[in-house]
């Protein structure tokens, strides 16, 4: 078995990894030197052999030494970053998802999602942008992403003990990865989601709400052209419904605010988890 030990010399703490080795004949153990890791205090997880990583002693250690300093992070997140979109190029989900457990360890899903998985999906569209990665590159990212969190959702269950919640896109929308990721957001808080899926019609969306009764409805536009049918489908829900809606995407960020129905944008997932805890769902009307 792998675990650390603390020397002290001259007042200074230098980390080893080390394993005990039982001798037989000798009817003892013996501690073996595996690898000299430094002053203890400039240690990272990094520094720990990839086959030592995921020992729960050694995570543990890093937890209980508050591993949490934001210039080691950084650099973990800067290269977790780098492996994971390795991983999704090569549509290796699998490997990711052993990233993303070894992450998870210490700084848990949420941070996962919010400090690398979102921003890697901002440079992979940048990446796309700048022709600095092709077409199908780009695609082969983003299914593989999908494929990551469908596999997530699959293998964990989570308690289910808060708000029941229905994603929707308008009609004509096909991009699913942002509300796949808002998904496991609210799933990972306890909280029951449908998610339906594109190009789902309005007279069906409208069903489903009867049908689940959902405490709040979020509505995902990625595309500027959509956002009139959007529009016209969030009419039609508050015809037959006095349910919260929510309004977010990609569309909504670049500035298209022309709505005029009552519903809340522009929250970050922070904001809007909060206000899923909350005992009475308010949202803020648009102004």
């Given at each position: 078995?792998?675990?650390?030990r603390?020397?002290?010399?001259?007042?200074?703490?230098?980390?080893?990894?080390?394993?005990?080795?039982?001798?037989?004949?000798?009817?003892?153990?013996?501690?073996?030197?595996?690898?000299?890791?430094?002053?203890?205090?400039?240690?990272?997880?990094?520094?720990?052999?990839?086959?030592?990583?995921?020992?729960?002693?050694?995570t543990?250690?890093f937890?209980?030494?508050?591993?949490?300093?934001?210039?080691?992070?950084?650099?973990?997140?800067?290269?977790?970053?780098?492996?994971?979109?390795?991983?999704?190029?090569?549509?290796?989900?699998?490997?990711?998802?052993?990233?993303?457990?070894?992450?998870?360890?210490?700084y848990?899903?949420?941070?996962?999602?919010?400090?690398?998985?979102?921003?890697?999906?901002?440079?992979?569209?940048?990446?796309?942008?700048s022709?600095?990665?092709?077409?199908?590159?780009?695609?082969?990212?983003?299914?593989?992403?999908?494929?990551l969190?469908?596999?997530?959702?699959?293998?964990?269950?989570?308690?289910?003990?808060?708000?029941?919640?229905?994603?929707?896109?308008p009609?004509?929308?096909?991009?699913?990865?942002?509300t796949?990721?808002?998904?496991?957001?609210?799933?990972?808080?306890?909280?029951?989601?449908?998610?339906l899926?594109?190009?789902?019609?309005?007279?069906?969306?409208?069903?489903?709400?009867?049908?689940?009764?959902?405490?709040?409805?979020?509505?995902?536009?990625t595309?500027?052209?959509?956002?009139?049918?959007?529009?016209?489908?969030?009419?039609?829900?508050?015809?037959q419904?006095?349910?919260?809606?929510?309004?977010?995407?990609?569309?909504?960020?670049?500035?298209?605010?022309?709505?005029?129905?009552?519903?809340?944008?522009?929250?970050?997932?922070?904001?809007?988890?909060?206000?899923?805890?909350?005992?009475?769902?308010?949202?803020?009307?648009?102004?």
């Amino acid at each position: 078995m792998a675990y650390l030990r603390i020397k002290s010399i001259r007042g200074k703490k230098y980390l080893y990894l080390v394993k005990s080795e039982w001798n037989a004949k000798k009817r003892t153990s013996k501690q073996t030197i595996i690898k000299y890791l430094g002053i203890e205090s400039d240690v990272s997880i990094n520094d720990i052999p990839s086959e030592f990583r995921d020992s729960k002693i050694i995570t543990e250690y890093f937890m209980n030494q508050k591993y949490f300093q934001p210039t080691v992070q950084n650099e973990i997140s800067v290269k977790l970053q780098n492996e994971l979109l390795s991983s999704f190029k090569n549509a290796d989900y699998i490997g990711a998802n052993s990233l993303l457990e070894s992450y998870t360890k210490i700084y848990g899903f949420e941070s996962f999602l919010n400090e690398i998985l979102t921003p890697l999906i901002y440079e992979i569209d940048s990446l796309g942008n700048s022709k600095k990665i092709d077409l199908g590159t780009q695609t082969t990212c983003y299914n593989t992403i999908q494929d990551l969190i469908n596999f997530v959702l699959e293998n964990n269950s989570y308690p289910l003990n808060k708000k029941n919640i229905l994603i929707c896109m308008p009609y004509g929308e096909q991009h699913t990865l942002g509300t796949k990721i808002l998904e496991f957001q609210l799933l990972s808080k306890g909280n029951t989601v449908t998610n339906l899926s594109p190009f789902t019609p309005v007279s069906s969306i409208l069903e489903s709400i009867q049908h689940t009764n959902p405490d709040c409805i979020f509505v995902s536009i990625t595309l500027d052209e959509n956002i009139l049918s959007a529009q016209r489908m969030i009419q039609k829900i508050n015809e037959q419904y006095a349910i919260p809606i929510i309004v977010g995407g990609q569309a909504v960020k670049n500035g298209s605010d022309n709505w005029n129905t009552a519903i809340g944008k522009n929250l970050t997932v922070g904001n809007i988890l909060k206000l899923l805890q909350s005992k009475k769902l308010e949202i803020p009307p648009t102004v």
